[in-house]
Antibody
Framework: QVQLVESGGGAVQPGRSLRLSCAAS????????MHWVRQAPGKGLEWVAV????????YYAASVKGRFTISRDDSKNTLYLQMNSLRPEDTAVYYC????????????????WGQGTLVTVSS | DIVMTQSPDSLAVSLGERATINCKST????????????LAWYQQKSGQPPRLLIY???IRDSGVPDRFSGSGSGTDFTLTISSLQAEDVAVYYC??????????FGQGTKLEI
Protein backbone atom coordinates (compact mmCIF):
# COMPACT_ATOMS: atom_id res chain seq x y z
CA GLN A 1 0.00 0.00 0.00
CA VAL A 2 1.05 3.58 -0.56
CA GLN A 3 3.07 5.05 2.30
CA LEU A 4 4.48 8.54 2.64
CA VAL A 5 6.58 9.34 5.69
CA GLU A 6 7.78 12.89 6.28
CA SER A 7 10.74 13.79 8.45
CA GLY A 8 13.05 16.69 9.17
CA GLY A 9 10.67 19.00 10.97
CA GLY A 10 11.51 20.76 14.19
CA ALA A 11 12.04 24.12 15.83
CA VAL A 12 14.20 26.67 14.03
CA GLN A 13 14.93 30.38 14.40
CA PRO A 14 13.73 32.93 11.84
CA GLY A 15 16.11 33.29 8.93
CA ARG A 16 17.52 29.79 9.27
CA SER A 17 17.09 26.79 6.96
CA LEU A 18 15.55 23.35 7.20
CA ARG A 19 15.22 20.43 4.81
CA LEU A 20 12.21 18.16 4.89
CA SER A 21 12.20 14.66 3.46
CA CYS A 22 9.39 12.36 2.41
CA ALA A 23 10.10 8.65 2.00
CA ALA A 24 7.69 7.02 -0.43
CA SER A 25 6.81 3.36 -0.86
CA UNK A 26 4.08 1.17 -2.29
CA UNK A 27 3.99 2.79 -5.73
CA UNK A 28 6.32 3.61 -8.61
CA UNK A 29 7.63 6.88 -7.22
CA UNK A 30 9.38 7.94 -10.43
CA UNK A 31 6.08 7.89 -12.33
CA UNK A 32 4.21 10.45 -10.24
CA UNK A 33 4.22 14.16 -9.62
CA MET A 34 4.59 15.00 -5.93
CA HIS A 35 3.31 17.87 -3.78
CA TRP A 36 4.02 19.61 -0.50
CA VAL A 37 1.03 21.11 1.32
CA ARG A 38 1.15 22.82 4.71
CA GLN A 39 -1.29 23.61 7.47
CA ALA A 40 -0.63 26.23 10.12
CA PRO A 41 -1.86 25.28 13.61
CA GLY A 42 -5.65 25.49 13.68
CA LYS A 43 -5.78 26.85 10.14
CA GLY A 44 -6.65 25.61 6.67
CA LEU A 45 -4.62 23.90 3.98
CA GLU A 46 -2.10 25.80 1.87
CA TRP A 47 -0.56 24.23 -1.19
CA VAL A 48 3.22 24.88 -1.21
CA ALA A 49 4.90 23.27 -4.19
CA VAL A 50 4.79 20.49 -6.78
CA UNK A 51 7.41 18.70 -8.83
CA UNK A 52 6.65 16.69 -11.94
CA UNK A 53 7.48 13.01 -12.18
CA UNK A 54 10.66 13.72 -14.14
CA UNK A 55 11.66 16.87 -12.27
CA UNK A 56 11.23 19.04 -15.35
CA UNK A 57 8.41 21.15 -13.88
CA UNK A 58 8.42 22.79 -10.47
CA TYR A 59 5.74 25.18 -9.30
CA TYR A 60 5.58 27.13 -6.07
CA ALA A 61 3.09 29.14 -4.08
CA ALA A 62 3.82 32.85 -4.17
CA SER A 63 4.37 32.84 -0.41
CA VAL A 64 7.41 30.54 -0.68
CA LYS A 65 8.77 31.22 -4.16
CA GLY A 66 12.45 32.11 -4.05
CA ARG A 67 12.87 30.69 -0.53
CA PHE A 68 11.78 27.05 -0.87
CA THR A 69 13.02 24.44 -3.34
CA ILE A 70 11.29 21.16 -4.09
CA SER A 71 13.37 18.26 -5.39
CA ARG A 72 13.31 14.50 -5.67
CA ASP A 73 15.71 11.56 -5.70
CA ASP A 74 14.08 8.70 -7.55
CA SER A 75 16.93 6.34 -6.64
CA LYS A 76 15.93 6.79 -3.01
CA ASN A 77 12.16 7.18 -3.56
CA THR A 78 12.40 10.42 -1.63
CA LEU A 79 10.90 13.87 -2.02
CA TYR A 80 12.54 16.92 -0.46
CA LEU A 81 11.67 20.46 0.49
CA GLN A 82 14.57 22.79 1.14
CA MET A 83 13.31 25.75 3.15
CA ASN A 84 15.54 28.81 3.45
CA SER A 85 15.03 32.21 5.08
CA LEU A 86 12.31 30.78 7.27
CA ARG A 87 9.72 33.11 8.77
CA PRO A 88 7.34 32.70 11.72
CA GLU A 89 4.45 32.45 9.24
CA ASP A 90 6.04 29.29 7.81
CA THR A 91 5.14 27.51 11.06
CA ALA A 92 2.93 24.60 10.03
CA VAL A 93 2.53 20.88 9.62
CA TYR A 94 4.03 20.03 6.24
CA TYR A 95 2.40 17.21 4.31
CA CYS A 96 3.90 15.29 1.45
CA UNK A 97 1.27 14.15 -1.05
CA UNK A 98 1.27 11.94 -4.10
CA UNK A 99 -0.37 13.27 -7.23
CA UNK A 100 -3.20 11.10 -8.49
CA UNK A 101 -2.08 11.16 -12.11
CA UNK A 102 -5.69 11.71 -13.16
CA UNK A 103 -4.52 14.63 -15.30
CA UNK A 104 -2.01 13.31 -17.80
CA UNK A 105 -0.72 16.76 -18.72
CA UNK A 106 -0.18 18.67 -15.49
CA UNK A 107 -0.05 18.02 -11.75
CA UNK A 108 -3.47 17.89 -10.21
CA UNK A 109 -5.11 16.43 -7.15
CA UNK A 110 -3.42 14.51 -4.37
CA UNK A 111 -4.75 11.05 -3.62
CA UNK A 112 -2.37 9.94 -0.85
CA TRP A 113 -0.96 12.00 1.99
CA GLY A 114 1.60 11.46 4.70
CA GLN A 115 0.94 12.19 8.37
CA GLY A 116 2.96 15.39 8.20
CA THR A 117 5.92 16.88 10.02
CA LEU A 118 5.72 19.99 12.19
CA VAL A 119 7.95 22.96 11.51
CA THR A 120 8.05 25.70 14.13
CA VAL A 121 9.79 28.96 13.32
CA SER A 122 10.32 31.08 16.40
CA SER A 123 13.04 33.01 18.15
CA ASP B 1 -4.06 33.97 -8.21
CA ILE B 2 -7.35 32.12 -8.18
CA VAL B 3 -9.14 32.65 -4.87
CA MET B 4 -11.48 29.97 -3.57
CA THR B 5 -14.25 30.93 -1.15
CA GLN B 6 -16.36 28.36 0.65
CA SER B 7 -19.72 28.84 2.35
CA PRO B 8 -20.70 28.44 5.03
CA ASP B 9 -17.64 28.44 7.31
CA SER B 10 -19.43 25.98 9.58
CA LEU B 11 -22.50 23.85 9.35
CA ALA B 12 -24.51 21.69 11.76
CA VAL B 13 -26.71 19.00 10.26
CA SER B 14 -28.77 16.26 11.88
CA LEU B 15 -27.90 12.63 11.30
CA GLY B 16 -29.56 11.35 8.15
CA GLU B 17 -30.13 14.83 6.78
CA ARG B 18 -28.52 16.46 3.76
CA ALA B 19 -25.44 18.66 4.04
CA THR B 20 -24.48 21.12 1.33
CA ILE B 21 -21.21 23.02 1.06
CA ASN B 22 -20.53 25.62 -1.59
CA CYS B 23 -17.31 26.73 -3.22
CA LYS B 24 -16.81 29.69 -5.51
CA SER B 25 -13.73 30.58 -7.54
CA THR B 26 -12.65 33.98 -8.81
CA UNK B 27 -12.20 32.61 -12.30
CA UNK B 28 -13.64 29.76 -14.31
CA UNK B 29 -12.15 26.35 -13.62
CA UNK B 30 -13.62 24.89 -16.80
CA UNK B 31 -11.11 23.88 -19.44
CA UNK B 32 -13.00 24.24 -22.70
CA UNK B 33 -10.60 21.97 -24.57
CA UNK B 34 -11.54 18.91 -22.52
CA UNK B 35 -14.77 20.13 -20.88
CA UNK B 36 -13.41 19.36 -17.41
CA UNK B 37 -13.69 21.46 -14.27
CA UNK B 38 -10.42 21.47 -12.32
CA LEU B 39 -12.03 21.33 -8.87
CA ALA B 40 -11.53 18.82 -6.07
CA TRP B 41 -13.02 18.23 -2.63
CA TYR B 42 -11.16 16.88 0.39
CA GLN B 43 -12.26 15.73 3.81
CA GLN B 44 -10.05 16.23 6.84
CA LYS B 45 -10.94 14.60 10.12
CA SER B 46 -9.41 15.81 13.35
CA GLY B 47 -5.75 14.88 13.67
CA GLN B 48 -5.60 13.26 10.24
CA PRO B 49 -4.27 14.28 6.82
CA PRO B 50 -6.80 15.21 4.15
CA ARG B 51 -8.57 12.58 2.09
CA LEU B 52 -9.49 13.09 -1.55
CA LEU B 53 -13.25 12.74 -2.06
CA ILE B 54 -14.08 14.25 -5.45
CA TYR B 55 -12.07 15.33 -8.49
CA UNK B 56 -13.04 16.84 -11.85
CA UNK B 57 -15.80 18.46 -9.76
CA UNK B 58 -18.03 15.37 -9.74
CA ILE B 59 -15.99 12.15 -9.87
CA ARG B 60 -15.81 10.22 -6.61
CA ASP B 61 -12.41 8.87 -5.74
CA SER B 62 -12.00 5.16 -5.13
CA GLY B 63 -13.72 3.96 -1.96
CA VAL B 64 -15.68 7.16 -1.34
CA PRO B 65 -19.27 6.39 -0.30
CA ASP B 66 -21.92 7.32 -2.82
CA ARG B 67 -23.65 9.63 -0.34
CA PHE B 68 -20.93 12.13 -1.32
CA SER B 69 -21.50 13.94 -4.59
CA GLY B 70 -20.04 16.95 -6.32
CA SER B 71 -21.65 19.27 -8.83
CA GLY B 72 -21.20 22.60 -10.52
CA SER B 73 -19.23 24.13 -13.34
CA GLY B 74 -17.25 27.24 -14.14
CA THR B 75 -16.99 29.20 -10.92
CA ASP B 76 -19.65 27.66 -8.66
CA PHE B 77 -19.44 24.22 -7.12
CA THR B 78 -21.22 22.19 -4.46
CA LEU B 79 -20.40 19.21 -2.29
CA THR B 80 -23.47 17.34 -1.08
CA ILE B 81 -23.67 14.64 1.55
CA SER B 82 -27.04 13.09 0.97
CA SER B 83 -27.57 11.46 4.36
CA LEU B 84 -25.15 12.57 7.05
CA GLN B 85 -23.41 9.88 9.07
CA ALA B 86 -21.57 10.38 12.34
CA GLU B 87 -18.25 9.58 10.65
CA ASP B 88 -18.72 12.51 8.26
CA VAL B 89 -17.87 15.05 10.96
CA ALA B 90 -14.84 16.81 9.51
CA VAL B 91 -13.57 19.92 7.81
CA TYR B 92 -14.16 19.95 4.06
CA TYR B 93 -11.98 21.82 1.58
CA CYS B 94 -12.35 22.59 -2.08
CA UNK B 95 -9.21 23.01 -4.20
CA UNK B 96 -8.67 24.30 -7.69
CA UNK B 97 -5.99 22.71 -9.84
CA UNK B 98 -6.67 24.74 -12.96
CA UNK B 99 -3.57 26.84 -12.54
CA UNK B 100 -0.27 25.10 -11.65
CA UNK B 101 0.99 28.49 -10.55
CA UNK B 102 -1.00 28.02 -7.39
CA UNK B 103 -3.30 25.11 -6.49
CA UNK B 104 -5.34 27.10 -4.00
CA PHE B 105 -7.67 25.71 -1.37
CA GLY B 106 -10.82 27.19 0.05
CA GLN B 107 -10.73 28.23 3.71
CA GLY B 108 -12.59 25.09 4.81
CA THR B 109 -16.06 24.30 6.10
CA LYS B 110 -16.45 22.64 9.48
CA LEU B 111 -19.26 20.10 9.47
CA GLU B 112 -20.80 19.03 12.77
CA ILE B 113 -23.75 16.99 13.91
Amino acid sequence: QVQLVESGGGAVQPGRSLRLSCAASGFTFSSYDMHWVRQAPGKGLEWVAVISYDGSKRYYAASVKGRFTISRDDSKNTLYLQMNSLRPEDTAVYYCAKDSGYDANEPGVSDYWGQGTLVTVSS
Amino acid sequence: DIVMTQSPDSLAVSLGERATINCKSTQSLLNNSNNKNYLAWYQQKSGQPPRLLIYWASIRDSGVPDRFSGSGSGTDFTLTISSLQAEDVAVYYCQQYYSPLGYTFGQGTKLEI
